[in-house]
C-alpha cells in the first residue's frame, strides 16, 4: 500500500514538472490520469489545443554510489498533431556527464542514447520504435548512466504492464 501511494505521488510531481517544464508546458491544460497496468501508468494532457498521451514508470530498483538523486522516470510519448510517437525519454535524477551515452538494454538488445542536463533519448525516430518494440517484448530493462559526477548508475525497471498501458495511450491519442 506505501508503495502505490508513493508511486501516485511521485506521479503527481511529475505531472507538475512537466507541466512546468517550459512555455509550451505551461499553456497545458489539466492532465487526466488515464490509469495503471501493473508497473506503467497512461496520462493525456492537451497542449495548444492538441493531445499530448504518456505512459511512465518509476525504476524497481536503483544501484550506484551516490549520496543524493532526485525522482528517476522513463517516458514514451505520443504527440500526433506533431507526427511525433513512440518518443522515449530517461529521466535520471540527476545531470548526466556531458557527452554520455546511456546504454539500455532489454534481452539481446542494446541502445545507446544521448544525454542532455538529466534526460537521455534516441538518436532518431527509428531507434525510438526499436525500442519500444523491444520493451513490449521484453521483461524488464536496465538502464546505465554517468553523472556529472562521474557516478555510474543502474536502474532496472519492469516492464510488466507495459503493452497495455502502450495501447492505451496509443487508443487515446487516435492512433491506434
Not at 489545443?49 to 525504476?59: D, F, I, L, T
Not at 542532455?116 to 525500442?131: G, I, Q, S
Not at 543502474?154 to 487516435?174: M, R
Amino acid at each position: 500500500m506505501m508503495r502505490r501511494i508513493r508511486t501516485l505521488v511521485a506521479f503527481s510531481a511529475l505531472t507538475l514538472m512537466i507541466l512546468a517544464a517550459g512555455p509550451e508546458r505551461a499553456r497545458a491544460q489539466e492532465v487526466e490520469y488515464l490509469g495503471t497496468n501493473r508497473d506503467w501508468h497512461a496520462f493525456q494532457y492537451t497542449e495548444n489545443g492538441n493531445r499530448v498521451c504518456y505512459m511512465a514508470s518509476r525504476p524497481t530498483d536503483e544501484e550506484g554510489d551516490y549520496n543524493r538523486r532526485g525522482d528517476v522516470f522513463v517516458l514514451v510519448t505520443h504527440r500526433p498533431a506533431e507526427d511525433s510517437r513512440d518518443v522515449v525519454s530517461f529521466i535520471a535524477g540527476y545531470t548526466y556527464e556531458e557527452g554520455s551515452e546511456v546504454t539500455v538494454t532489454i534481452g539481446g538488445d542494446t541502445f545507446r542514447l544521448f544525454t542532455e542536463d538529466d534526460t537521455a533519448w534516441a538518436r532518431d525516430e527509428a531507434t525510438d520504435r526499436r525500442l519500444v518494440g523491444a520493451m513490449r517484448r521484453g521483461a524488464d530493462m536496465v538502464v546505465r548512466g554517468t553523472s556529472s559526477r562521474g557516478t555510474l548508475t543502474t536502474d532496472t525497471y519492469s516492464l510488466f504492464g507495459f503493452t497495455a498501458t502502450y495501447n492505451e495511450i496509443t487508443e487515446a491519442c487516435g492512433l491506434s
